[in-house]
């Protein structure tokens, strides 16, 4: 009888390895080549990122990858270094091991929170302070390993943009509010339908963990979550910041039209 094969799921792109997976996360990996290990440890291409020497967007490209290692399989060491397009001593480094059959990235520079930080800063007129700062800490202490907490945090400002959608949808005459509170997550998600981004509702299936006690969750369990609770709160925070773009350029539309009504009135006269 056929022994049925592992199926290891696919490794992190090089993108979301550096930019986006907190620092110790585990992931296992294979000697197959479909499993992504050679696509992080070979990689040649660039990145686009904040540049904190810049301080805007740059493009890194990456310089060379170097070696500190006994065995593929214990202890073994790789590094990804990049340099800006624009200043190459504008630099960044990340540091990958390798051991019994798990690859975690243990070290970068700039930090996650130093790369995340300028992107979200946008986000504080929709989030206010108290929630922005949350957000920060969030982040921060997903870049140091940090599971649980962080994910305290994101929560937090998660079903409190939540609760912002539902006293929206509460609005509509056939609200249920009863059905609601003894709702789980994913279900909430779907009664929001039109008050949440889209995507939110077409992958609900990925926040059944926000109806699951953080007593429960182990540091990894929170790690591995934190990525795509993140997705959702900046989807959320980017619909409500266009709305309030939009009504501030309606806003001074207006202001606009009756100042040209007031001016043709004055003509006429
Ligand atoms: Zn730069």
């Known amino acids: ?6 199926v290891i799921p696919a490794l992190p792109s090089v993108k979301e390895f550096c930019l986006s997976v907190p620092l110790y996360e585990r992931f296992e990996y294979d000697d197959d080549k479909n499993n992504g290990f050679f696509a992080v440890e070979q990689f040649e291409g660039t990145l686009d990122m904040h540049c904190p020497e810049c301080g805007q967007h740059s493009v890194f490209a990456v310089k060379k990858n170097s070696y500190a290692t006994s065995s593929r399989y214990t202890n073994y060491i790789f590094s990804l270094f990049f340099r800006c ?14 051991h019994r059959g798990t690859i ?10 130093d790369l995340a930080m300028p992107d979200l800063k946008k986000y504080r007129a929709v989030l206010g302070d108290e929630r922005y700062k949350e957000l920060a800490r969030a982040i921060g202490l997903a870049t140091h390993g940090v599971g649980v907490g962080a994910f305290v ?8 943009l939540i609760e912002e959608a539902r006293v929206e949808a509460s609005k509509q005459p056939d609200w249920d509010n009863d059905q609601y509170a003894s709702a789980r997550m994913v279900e909430k998600i779907v009664m929001l339908k039109g008050h949440l981004p889209d995507f939110l509702v077409e992958n609900k299936a990925l926040y ?3 109806s699951v006690g953080v007593h429960t969750l182990s540091e990894a369990d929170c790690l591995s979550a934190f990525p795509v609770v993140r997705l959702a709160i900046e989807l959320i925070l980017d619909g409500l910041l ?4 939009r009504m501030e350029k309606l806003k001074s539309a207006s202001k606009a039209i009756a100042a040209l009504k007031a001016a043709a009135g004055k003509s006429d006269a």
């Open 153 to 160: 945090y994101l929560r937090r400002i998660f079903e409190s």
């Open 242 to 245: 266009e709305q309030r773009e």
């Open 104 to 113: 975690q990235k243990i070290g970068q520079i700039p930090s996650l929170a």
């Open 1 to 6: 009888m056929a022994i049925a094969k592992k």
């Open 85 to 98: 397009s624009r200043d190459s001593q504008h630099q960044a480094l990340f540091i990958f091991r390798a």
């Open 208 to 210: 059944g963990v926000l």
